[in-house]
C-alpha cells in the first residue's frame, strides 16, 4: 500500500522507517511545517536526516502530503483536545477523498467520537485507531473480535511514565519529584509530564477503550471521565501499601457507563502490578473470565507495529 | 496471551457446610477446577458453628487469580465462605490517606469515618516522615458488611473531600 505519514516524531519516524519491510511505500512525510512528497517513495534515509539536520523533513508545504497519491493516511500528529485539531481535519480530508486512515494520534477518536464514525460510514475509507490504545498489545482488535457485547469491564495500566514513577518510588522508597526527574533524564517522562502524571494520557485511552465498547450506543469524551492522576502521591502512601503486601498503580477503568482513572491499591503480587514502562489490560469477557493482555505501551516501533496491524486489517473486513 | 507473573500461595479458607451429604465434596470441586492445589482439609463433624453449620478448613495453593476465582466459584455454588486468605472476605477495605492527615485533626477524621460509614477501624498504620506539620499518610483497613464496600468508599471520598484529603482506593472487583 502507499503510505502518507502526517507527523513525524517518535512513531511518524518509526513508521516511515519501517514501511518497506511490511511491503509499503511512503509516498509523503509531513512534519508541522513542511513535507516530502514523492509518488514513486519518499528517499526515507534522505528525509529523516534532513529533518535532523535542518529541523524539517522537505521543502513543500504541510498539505502538499494530505494532497499526495497514497492508499492509507496515518495520522500520528501529537494528541490535542477539544476540536482535536488538526489531527480531526486532517483525517476529515483522507477520508472525503476516500482514502484509509490509521490514527496514532488518540485526540479525534477520544474528543470526536461520533462524527469520525460519520465521516468514515460516508467515505469508501476505513477509519483504524489500536495504536491510540496501549502502543504495541493488541487491546482494541481483542474487544472487537471478542465483541463488545462480551466485555463486560475494561481495566489496566495505560500509561508508562505513571507507571515507572510508580514502581521505582515503591522499589526504592523515593520521592515523587526525585523519580520524575530521573523519569525525565531517561527519556520516560517529557520535560511537560503534566499528561502523564495527572491521568489525562490514560484517561483518554480508556475514553476510546468505552467508545469502542459502546458500539455507538453512547459517545465518550474526556469530560466523562473521572480523572485522578499520580502527581505528588508522597513516598510515605507507598511504603504503608508495601507493608501491607499491596503497592499503588494508576489504573484507568472502564465498565456499565462510567470511565475513571485513579490511583489505586493493587496486591504487589497481581496481574495489574507491573513494572517500569509496561502496560496491561484486563478484560473480563462473559463467557471466558479474564484476559490478561500486556507488553509495551508506548514508543516508536511498538506504535508502528500497531500502526502495521491495521493496515493489515484494512478492507479485510 | 496472559502474562502473570503471579506467585503460588498458601491460602486458609474456613468455610460453613450444611450437614448434607456431598457437601464437601461441592465445596473441593471448585478448588481443583481452577488449578489450584488442595494441601489438607480439616472437617470438624461434630462440631457446629452459631448458624447450625459445620465448620471446614481448607489449605490449598493458587496464585492470587486462581485464588480470587475459587473463592467466587465457592460463593457462586451459595458455599458460605467465613474467611478466605489472612482476612475476613469482602469485609474489609483497605485504603490510604494521604494529605495534611494531623493538621486536619486525624482523630475527628477516624471517628467520622467510623460513624458515617458504619464501619470500624480494625487497624491504622500512619507515616509521617516531615513531621506533624508535613503532608503524611495513612494506611487503614476498615470491617465492613459484604455489598457494602462501593457506598462505603463513596461516604469516605465525601469525608475525604471536605477535610482536603486524598484517598487511595483499592480496586473494587478486580484483584484487591
Not at chain 1, 500509561?159 to 526504592?172: D, P
Request: charged share 25%; with cysteine.
Amino acid at each position: 500500500m502507499k503510505l502518507a505519514v502526517v507527523g513525524a516524531g517518535a512513531v511518524g519516524s518509526s513508521v516511515v522507517e519501517l514501511a518497506g519491510e511490511y511491503g509499503h511505500t511512503v509516498t509523503a512525510l509531513a512534519d508541522s511545517q513542511s513535507a516530502a512528497v514523492d509518488a514513486a517513495g519518499i528517499d526515507v534515509e534522505a528525509v529523516l536526516e534532513h529533518k535532523r539536520t535542518e529541523g524539517v523533513v522537505g521543502a513543500e508545504a504541510k498539505t502538499a502530503a494530505l494532497d499526495a497519491e497514497y492508499d492509507v493516511l496515518v495520522e500520528a500528529t501529537p494528541t490535542t483536545l477539544g476540536d482535536a485539531e488538526p489531527g480531526f481535519g486532517h483525517v476529515e480530508t483522507a477520508l472525503e477523498r476516500d482514502r484509509h486512515v490509521v490514527l496514532a494520534n488518540k485526540g479525534p477518536v477520544a474528543e470526536r467520537y461520533g462524527e469520525l464514525q460519520a465521516l468514515a460510514a460516508a467515505s469508501d475509507g476505513e477509519i483504524r485507531f489500536e495504536a491510540t490504545v496501549g502502543g504495541a498489545i493488541p487491546i482494541l482488535s481483542t474487544i472487537t473480535d471478542f465483541d463488545a457485547k462480551h466485555i463486560t469491564a475494561v481495566r489496566g495500566v495505560l500509561n508508562g511514565t505513571a507507571n515507572f514513577i510508580l514502581s521505582r518510588m515503591a522499589a526504592e522508597g523515593l520521592g515523587y519529584e526525585h523519580v520524575l526527574a530521573e523519569a525525565q533524564d531517561l527519556g520516560v517522562a517529557e520535560a511537560d509530564p503534566t499528561f502523564d502524571v495527572e491521568g489525562t494520557d490514560a484517561a483518554l485511552k480508556c475514553v476510546i477503550i468505552a467508545n469502542v465498547l459502546a458500539e455507538g450506543e453512547h459517545e465518550y469524551t474526556l469530560d466523562d471521565a473521572t480523572v485522578e492522576g499520580i502527581h505528588e502521591l508522597p513516598a510515605s502512601a507507598l511504603e504503608l501499601a508495601k507493608a501491607d503486601g499491596r503497592t499503588i498503580r494508576l489504573i484507568g477503568e472502564v465498565s456499565s457507563d462510567t470511565v475513571r482513572v485513579s490511583p489505586r491499591l493493587v496486591p504487589k503480587d497481581s496481574a495489574l502490578a507491573v513494572t517500569g514502562t509496561r502496560n496491561i489490560v484486563q478484560l473480563e469477557t462473559t463467557h471466558a473470565g479474564r484476559l490478561n493482555i500486556s507488553g509495551r505501551g508506548a514508543g516508536g516501533p511498538e506504535t508502528a507495529s500497531a500502526i502495521f496491524a491495521d493496515i493489515g486489517r484494512l478492507g479485510s473486513r | 496471551m496472559s502474562d502473570s507473573t503471579d506467585k503460588v500461595r498458601a491460602y486458609t479458607v474456613r468455610l460453613e457446610l450444611v450437614d448434607r451429604p456431598g457437601e464437601l465434596l461441592r465445596a473441593l470441586e471448585p478448588i481443583a477446577d481452577q488449578g489450584g492445589n488442595l494441601l489438607s482439609i480439616f472437617h470438624e463433624r461434630g462440631n457446629l458453628t452459631p448458624r447450625g453449620h459445620i465448620p471446614v478448613e481448607v489449605d490449598l495453593e493458587a496464585n492470587t487469580e486462581q485464588f480470587d476465582e475459587i473463592v467466587a466459584a465457592l460463593q457462586e455454588e451459595g458455599i458460605n465462605v467465613i474467611q478466605a486468605g489472612a482476612e475476613r472476605y469482602s469485609e474489609e477495605i483497605v485504603i490510604i490517606l494521604v494529605g495534611h492527615l494531623v493538621d486536619t485533626d486525624l482523630s475527628h477524621t477516624l471517628s467520622l469515618l467510623q460513624e458515617e460509614t458504619g464501619t470500624s477501624v480494625r487497624d491504622f498504620s500512619l507515616s509521617a516522615p516531615e513531621g506533624e506539620s508535613g503532608e503524611s499518610s495513612a494506611r487503614l483497613r476498615l470491617a465492613t458488611q459484604s455489598g457494602q464496600v462501593e457506598d462505603v468508599l463513596g461516604t469516605v471520598r465525601e469525608i475525604a473531600g471536605e477535610k482536603d484529603l486524598r484517598v487511595v482506593e483499592p480496586l473494587a472487583g478486580g484483584e484487591a
